[in-house]
Each structure stands twice: as structure tokens, then as C-alpha cells.
């Protein structure tokens, strides 16, 4: 049966099927079940242990299922970018959404609109007095008010207001406005990069620490709780730390926005979560680690020639922006174990449809053989999908999710 690119539904029976019985037609992404709740206690003990909330970025699987798994572990909230990813999730029964972005233009107001008739509580960032005026406008005209969050960039990076100063003025211009509720301040440190990228993103980071009590000593928030966001995957050790948030005053919370950390990979994530580990002791206190949970299981589908083999997998399967797939484990059809492919397998070129595997002596590959793929960058596969699998350690499929793209 053809599991993975189009039916949500569930396997028959109790059992499920078995990728290695080939119950299922490949290639076929999967989701272990030990990682992921590997993955989800984790964080969830670093988060506690750090004194920050998560707001997971949801972009990284658009999977509504994994949402809940996130907000039952403990997530404070969900992170998306776009109003018709807020949809989808609210949709999917999310009730509180921070939307790392700008909200802009009338149709996607309408939508978010819609979604806070429904009870959805939502904030979004805001750089601009061009586009607070317009969100005041509109919402005030709705009866609504708009929860956001003021975002401070770098010079050179993406949005933000880039000084002191224009913080300052567009929190004091947002406090005059109808419709709209200051209930923070954000900010994204990736963007900030060289050799010293740790040095540079903890300074930042302190300066938006400071910014934040400087508005808040001002008065320039709403009442209520205050939120300071920002870190992305790879270094939310960095601006726990530096923020501090058991040291800030009582109304205000920490919320870190890492997306990975749930399906993680072995590329540029792992080498990221390295990072963190290498700096933090507190994470490294906590014990174990997070692991690689996503794999893209494909046949052998040629052994055109000695030491290289043709599988049936491409870039219309698996992300290969930052790092092509690596193989990890290779099964005959049947077969009740896997085992681990040599070192010196990898693949060389990838194209639509098809992946070229260079197994150099070692190789002793057969057409219909199965090897299994972990993958860089996840979230260039996650979308590449409709419905993944979530597998057992036998590789049985548990349970099928959908994907909202």
C-alpha cells in the first residue's frame, strides 16, 4: 500500500505496517518514536532547568500532531511564520501562537482576525510605524485588540529595527495606538555569524536584555505578562543565559524558539546542538542528548556498475541544501534486523528522482535492498511530504501524520 504521499489514515490491525516486509511502497519518510520522546523529555528538562518557556517554531514539520506532542511536554506555545500556517494550526486546536514575523496586508489580517473571534491567542512582531499603524487600524475597526512583540534586528540581518533609539520611539508610538498591546520585545540572533558568532550574539543578546527592562521601567508594555523571545536552534544556550530569566522581574518570561529540537538531524542541527553542548554546562548536566529521529527509507534501484548503486530516492524526497542524505543502515526485504552501512558509503549526486550511492569494494548491494537515510536540514524534508510515519524500533509503522504545507 501506498502509505506516504497521500492518506492520513491509520495501519490496520494492532500491528501496523512493517517497512522491511514492504507493506508499504518506498521511498518513505519516518519519524522514530524513541527519538522523538527522547527529543521532547530533553528539552523540556532543559527549558525547566534554564527557567525559559518554549515556543517551538512549528515551520520545521507543519504537523499538527507534533504540535501536540510539544504542547503536552510542556510547550508554552507554538511558533509559526505565516498567517495561513496560524490558521492551519489554530485550526488544529493550538490555542496559543506566536508568529515570528510581521503580520502584513489586508488578507492576512482578515485571516488572524478570524482565527481571535475563535478564542486563538496570538502575537506577532512589529518593526515599523507603517505597519503598527496599519495593524491599529484594522483590528481597532474590528473591536480587536492585537497582541505584539517590538522586534530589534542587526544591521545586515532580516527585519528589526536596528538602534536603541527607534525602539524606544516605535514603543512609545504603539502605546498611543487602539488596537494594539505591547506585550514584549523579539528578536533572531542566527543571523549573526564569523568565528566569534558566540561573542557577538551574547553581547546582542545583553543589549536587547537591558532594552527590555529599559521599556519596561518606561511603562511602555501592556499590562499582563511580558515576554523577551528569541533563539533559534542553534544557540538557545546562549540567550538563556545571557537573559536570565529568573532574574528578571516577576512579570516577565523568557520564551526560546527553537524548531529542530524535536526531529534534530545529522548535519547542520547536530553540529549546532555540538555547539550547545560544548558551551553549557547546564546542558550537559541534564544528561543524554537529542537525536536524529527523521530517515528516509528508498530501494536500490540499479547496480549499473561495481561500487556505485542507483537508489530510488531524489530531490523530490529528501532535503539536500545543506548536505546530501547519508546512509545509515541497509535490510534485505524480509530480513527481521538491519545493519549499519560501511563508513565509506556515500552518496555522490542527487537528482529528481534518483540518488547516486558510491560503496566503493565494500559494496555488495542487490536491486530491491533497502537503505535507510538520515538527512540534513529537516525541514526541507518534512514539507517534501504530506503524510510521515511514525515507526517503532522494528520499523512498524504506529501511526501516520499529516503535514500542513
Not at 492518506?7 to 521511498?27: A, C, K, Y
Request: charged fraction near 20%; include cysteine; charge should be negative.
Amino acid at each position: 500500500m501506498r502509505a506516504l504521499k497521500g492518506t492520513g489514515s491509520q495501519p490496520p490491525g494492532n500491528s501496523g505496517w512493517r517497512i522491511l516486509d514492504e507493506d508499504v511502497s518506498l521511498p518513505i519518510a519516518t519519524l522514530h518514536e524513541t527519538a522523538l520522546n527522547n527529543n521532547l523529555d530533553w528539552m523540556a528538562r532543559y527549558a525547566r532547568a534554564s527557567g525559559v518557556r518554549l515556543a517551538p517554531h512549528g515551520k520545521t514539520s507543519m504537523a499538527p500532531e507534533l504540535f501536540a506532542r510539544m504542547l503536552d511536554a510542556g510547550a508554552w506555545a507554538i511558533s509559526l511564520a505565516t498567517a495561513p500556517q496560524v490558521c492551519a494550526a489554530a485550526e488544529a486546536g493550538v490555542k496559543r501562537i506566536l508568529m515570528a514575523n510581521q503580520l502584513v496586508g489586508k488578507a492576512n489580517m482578515q485571516r488572524i482576525a478570524q482565527c481571535l473571534n475563535q478564542g486563538l491567542e496570538y502575537y506577532c512582531f512589529v518593526d515599523s510605524p507603517d505597519n503598527a499603524r496599519a495593524l491599529s487600524d484594522f483590528f481597532s475597526a474590528q473591536g480587536l485588540s492585537l497582541n505584539v512583540l517590538l522586534e530589534m534586528g542587526v544591521p545586515g540581518g532580516r527585519c528589526g529595527v536596528r538602534t536603541e533609539q527607534q525602539a524606544i520611539s516605535l514603543s512609545a508610538r504603539i502605546q498611543r495606538l487602539q488596537g494594539l498591546s505591547l506585550r514584549g520585545l523579539a528578536f533572531y540572533e542566527g543571523v549573526i555569524g564569523g568565528d566569534d558568532a558566540a561573542a557577538r550574539i551574547a553581547d546582542f543578546v545583553r543589549q536587547m536584555r537591558e532594552l527590555a527592562l529599559e521599556l519596561y521601567y518606561q511603562g511602555r508594555f501592556a499590562p499582563g505578562t511580558i515576554s523577551i523571545s528569541g533563539a533559534g536552534s542553534a544557540w538557545y544556550d546562549i540567550v538563556a543565559e545571557v537573559l536570565d530569566g529568573p532574574s528578571l522581574p516577576p512579570s516577565m518570561q523568557v520564551v526560546i524558539r527553537p524548531g529542530c529540537y524535536l526531529i534534530h538531524d545529522t548535519g547542520i542541527y547536530e553540529q549546532a546542538q555540538a555547539g550547545v553542548m560544548a558551551r553549557s554546562p547546564l546542558a550537559c548536566s541534564l544528561g543524554g542528548d537529542l537525536m536524529n529521529s527523521l530517515h528516509v527509507c528508498a530501494y536500490v534501484q540499479s547496480v549499473p556498475e561495481p561500487g556505485m548503486a542507483i537508489i530510488g530516492l531524489g530531490k523530490r524526497d529528501v532535503a539536500f541544501d545543506a548536505g546530501l542524505p547519508t546512509p545509515q543502515w541497509l535490510a534485505r526485504p524480509g530480513q527481521q534486523h538491519r545493519q549499519p552501512v560501511p563508513p565509506d558509503w556515500q552518496l555522490i549526486k542527487i537528482m529528481d528522482q534518483h540518488a547516486m550511492l558510491q560503496t566503493g569494494a565494500s559494496g555488495e548491494l542487490r536491486v530491491g535492498d533497502i537503505i535507510g537515510f538520515s538527512t540534513s536540514h529537516p525541514c526541507l524534508t518534512m514539507d517534501k511530504w504530506k503524510t510521515i510515519a511514525v515507526v517503532d524500533d522494528e520499523l512498524c509503522v504506529q501511526q501516520l501524520i499529516r503535514t500542513e504545507f
